[in-house]
């Protein structure tokens, strides 16, 4: 993973009419005869956005690409046409690549010059995320209808992130984009943007009918769109300007790779086992879920509302009866100074979903912030490191000193902690119960699937002709290695136990959520739940006073006078509850397309003596058959991400994260990983 650690926010200044001017490219973010206009000419008007709306299939997504984010302009008026030229049942996928980002503060004061987009802009600025660093932020309205992927890096960088690989052979199996907004500061004054890496992936990125549109009609901008395969014409430009450029794709252009393809004893490109050549979105959008807990749920949903039908399919007689069953989870990730793939995915996982449940909490659980206390010498030490990260991204974690924690949680602490404003406890049952509340989810319960096959056109379960579609989500956990299809994967069990503590005068004030070696949150019902163990090679499924032991242990430094409260408490009498978290070795999920494992281990045998060898074929992955796995102890963190990675490759759109950080998780990493070692 590169190094993603530092952004640096626009720096604007306001002229007389209020309209901000970048301090650093001497430019204005829009024309100041009427911005709104302009993007309407500009980029609605001149990539025909009503006339292909309007043409539009149900269920059909499509794709704009931006070229400088801004201040959302062009996103709030694409998302105003939308609404009344595109079918209800359409998705729009927006995605915007900014280098420079605007604060929220900035950004709340230049959209307040369009009052008419009021609407979009006040949900636009309660999703705005915290920049930390570079990376993707998906944000959803609408209930999905419409996606903003908003991507911090530099245009080139950050759209070649969007492509399968860097091997050029083999890049453009990815999303395709619809239409270009050439948008961002004019040549002149910011030509490292418009740069041939940008239009090579501009090219790798379009494909026949895609259409591009920008102010500009600079030498470097026509000369750009024709290396990257447009039909360029020039028209009349906006207000003053005599002329813009609007550009068609009539044909993808025709790029020899042979280079690239050369037999060479090693590749200076990535191996592309990662990419499915096959993967294609079914004419019939309904998909088997198996598993009814959080992985299989938010699976459900995130489908459900791209407009597909599903059958979600869970052994026991109720949703989340196993890891997910737990009365109170934590909503928190771990987070780092590191720049690798955990700390990454981590990362873009808790801010994805603090969003995700920004407007379910009255239903689902409590808003009421988590504390991280720094409870030993290494998360001391972790404190310390992080606040060159995150010390300016105080909506997402704030550092508190011991006298600050105590305010915070209403009872006495002695320990300088993360507090996470924006997180809190979440009843696991009610938030499935509410995930599934849609009018395209059958739940099916009392179902145990035992039996899965294909048939050349769809999957089956048990030989069920009523549990029968042409695509399959693997979100049980565990029991995925009951599949004969799914058992090379290293899938782990690790067992854990929550403990129930009465709640007592003094436990009664405690008002969020405190972590250390292991975590305790307010009381509900009485109760608190406290927990839990780590339990390595341990089926036990009954409760153990000793474990009981452990968890009331863990609370002794960071919360001593609650426990003095609980001490007298007979250990045997308390009452608690076991599950088994389900986990990889390297601690990420297992998302996306199920590999054949054969095929596999044929096709990239060259591994077991090279690892860069130069092999020029695609992974083999079975055709409809997915996997959303592995969330550990980090479910509800984890699983909204992870459900909309996984409905972005089942519907072939803009993935929401980095392509590296995608692969990450790929189901097929492991098998790949055994060959480089050679132990398969």
């Avoid at 991280?372 to 300016?392: D, M, P």
């Avoid at 909506?395 to 924690?405: G, I, K, M, R, T």
């Avoid at 076991?578 to 096709?603: I, N």
Wanted: aromatic share 8%; hydrophobic share 40%; proline share 5%.
């Amino acid at each position: 993973m590169s190094d993603s650690s530092h952004i640096d926010h626009a720096q604007l200044q306001w002229d007389e009419d209020g309209q901000p001017v970048s301090s650093v490219f001497g430019d204005v973010y829009f024309s100041r005869a009427n911005g709104l206009e302009e993007t309407r000419h500009v980029f609605l008007q001149h990539n025909q956005l009503t006339e292909r709306w309007h043409q539009l299939n149900t269920g059909e997504h499509f794709t704009i690409a931006e070229t400088g984010f801004g201040s959302g302009l062009n996103f709030l008026a694409a998302w105003q046409l939308w609404l009344t030229a595109a079918p209800a049942s359409a998705q729009l996928h927006f995605v915007s690549v900014e280098k420079f980002p605007l604060t929220k503060t900035d950004l709340q004061r230049a959209l307040a010059l369009w009052p008419e987009l009021g609407e979009f802009t006040a949900q636009l600025i309660d999703a705005y995320p915290v920049f930390v660093g570079t990376g993707f932020h998906r944000l959803s309205f609408m209930d999905g209808r419409i996606k903003l992927t908003l991507i911090i890096n530099d245009a080139a960088t950050g759209f070649a992130q969007l492509l399968a690989t860097p091997h050029p052979a083999f890049a453009n199996h990815c999303t395709s984009i619809d239409a270009w907004f050439l948008d961002g500061f004019t040549p002149s004054k910011n030509p490292q943007m418009w740069s041939e890496e940008l239009f090579t992936a501009i090219r790798q990125l379009s494909h026949t009918g895609t259409t591009a549109a920008t102010f500009s009609a600079a030498a470097i901008v026509k000369q750009g769109l024709k290396f990257a395969g447009f039909n360029i014409q020039k028209v009349p430009g906006f207000g003053r300007k005599r002329e813009m450029v609007k550009a068609f794709m009539e044909q993808e252009p025709i790029v020899d790779h042979q280079d690239s393809l050369q037999t060479r004893s090693y590749s200076p490109y990535p191996v592309p086992w990662t990419i499915d050549a096959a993967a294609t979105t079914p004419a019939e959008k309904h998909a088997l879920i198996i598993g009814g807990g959080l992985a299989g749920c938010t699976s459900a949903r995130a489908l459900a509302e791209r407009g597909w039908k599903i059958t979600l399919v869970e052994r026991h007689a109720e949703l989340a009866q196993e890891a997910s069953g737990n009365p109170q989870g934590v909503l928190y990730a771990k987070l780092s100074p590191k720049s690798e793939a955990q700390a990454e995915f981590n990362l873009h996982a808790l801010q994805f979903a603090q969003q995700f449940y920004c407007s379910r909490w009255s239903d689902i659980g409590e808003q009421c912030g988590v504390l991280q206390l720094a409870h030993c010498e290494a998360e001391q030490q972790l404190h310390t490191q992080l606040r060159g990260k995150f010390s300016s991204a105080d909506e997402l974690v704030q550092f508190v000193d011991a006298a600050q924690a105590t305010a915070v949680a209403g009872v006495p602490l002695s320990l300088n902690a993360l507090y996470f404003p924006k997180a809190g406890w979440i009843n696991p049952r009610k938030l499935c119960e509410s995930l599934t509340n849609h009018s395209a989810i059958n739940v099916v319960v009392d179902c145990s699937a035992l039996i899965l096959e294909w048939d050349g056109d769809n999957w089956q379960i048990n030989n069920n002709p009523e549990l029968r579609a042409p695509v399959v989500v693997i979100a049980n956990a565990t029991d995925a290695k009951s599949f004969a299809i799914t058992q090379h994967l290293p899938i782990k069990s690790i067992r854990g136990q929550i403990t129930y503590l009465p709640k007592t005068a003094t436990s009664g004030s405690l008002k969020t959520l405190i972590c250390s070696e292991g975590y305790i949150g307010p009381a509900v019902g009485g109760l608190h739940c406290t927990g839990a163990t780590f339990n390595l090679k341990d089926d036990t499924r009954e409760l153990r006073a000793e474990d009981h032991r452990t968890n009331l242990e863990n609370l002794r430094v960071p919360l001593p006078e609650l426990l003095a409260e609980w001490e007298a408490l007979a250990v045997e009498n308390l009452q608690g509850r076991v599950a088994f978290r389900c986990t990889l070795p390297d601690y990420l999920p297992l998302v996306g397309a199920v590999p054949d494992e054969q095929p596999m281990l044929e096709e990239f045998a060259p591994l077991r003596k090279n690892s860069r060898a130069a092999i020029h074929k695609t992974g083999s992955y079975h055709k409809g058959l997915f996997i959303n796995i592995g969330h550990g102890s980090r479910g509800l963190a984890y699983t909204p991400l992870c459900a909309e990675l996984l409905a972005a490759h089942i519907n072939q759109e803009v993935l929401p994260l980095p392509r590296e950080l995608a692969n990450a998780l790929n189901p097929a990493r492991f098998l790949i990983r055994d060959l480089i070692k050679n132990k398969r």
